[in-house]
């Protein structure tokens, strides 16, 4: 039973345009979503977060986008970078279960200069 | 300030062995959370440890434990090592209120 899912395995983009990466969840219990962009080998690194109070958070070129009726969330990154290549996650925790990450199977992205 | 520092960062061991991971959170972080990742199923959430206690454990089997110690730093083990458990281990510190989760670079471990 998969609560996080990432549909799209894989996103192409030409560079300075917009990437759009989505997620959906099934557990609506879920109260707290992050996106991390992973390298082959590496650990998971932060990017943005959102709680379920709000409906979007902005960092720079990242802006996260929450639909709570749709169990739905989206990374909006602009301009996009050769440099953001990578694999993106999107992971959900519920407050009753703190420490307890459940990610999504990931969406590599391939940003073209 | 230093980050989250997992050793060894590779490590190849014989099936049946039993193998120990370990893990610095950053300093002031008393959660830590284990991750498995394989190519077929993804990340997956092992355990997470708050002020040496196990508050979360994910649906793995007894094989796979750990331990937190007083100055944060955990340790997993996994006995009786089989070829299915050649993985990225990856663990992830934070105060432990449910968000700042920063993960270290991980511990490839491969099972022959």
């Known amino acids: 039973d998969q609560q996080v899912k990432q549909n799209s395995p894989s996103l192409s983009v030409q560079e300075g345009r917009i990437s759009i990466l989505n997620c959906d969840y099934t557990?609506?219990?879920?109260?707290?979503f992050l996106w991390y962009k992973k390298y082959p080998a590496e650990g998971p690194t932060f990017l943005i977060s959102?709680?379920?109070?709000?409906d979007k958070n902005e960092d720079g070129r990242f802006t996260v986008f929450l639909n709570k009726s749709a169990k739905h969330l989206s990374l909006h990154i602009v301009p996009s970078q050769p440099g953001d290549s990578a694999v993106y996650f999107c992971?959900?925790?519920?407050?009753?279960?703190?420490?307890?990450?459940?990610f999504g199977q990931g969406t590599t992205l391939q940003v073209k200069p | 300030k230093a980050g989250v520092t997992q050793t060894p960062r590779y490590l190849i061991k014989t099936r049946g062995q039993q193998v120990t991971l370990s893990c610095s959170p950053i300093?002031?972080?008393?959660?830590v959370s284990w991750y498995q990742q394989t190519p077929g199923q993804g990340l997956q959430f092992l355990f997470e440890?708050?002020?040496?206690?196990?508050?979360n454990k994910g649906n793995f089997p007894g094989r796979f434990s750990g331990r937190q110690f007083s100055n944060s730093r955990s340790e997993m083990n996994v006995s009786t090592l089989e070829l299915g458990d050649s993985a990225l281990y990856l663990c992830?510190?934070?105060?432990?209120?449910?968000?700042?989760?920063?993960f270290g670079s991980g511990t490839r471990l491969t099972v022959v």
């Open positions: 992830a510190s934070s105060l432990g209120s449910g968000e700042g989760y920063t």
């Open positions: 557990n609506s219990m879920f109260d707290y």
């Open positions: 959102i709680s379920s109070i709000k």
């Open positions: 992971a959900a925790s519920a407050s009753g279960n703190t420490g307890k990450l459940i």
């Open positions: 300093s002031g972080h008393r959660s």
């Open positions: 440890y708050f002020s040496e206690t196990q508050r």
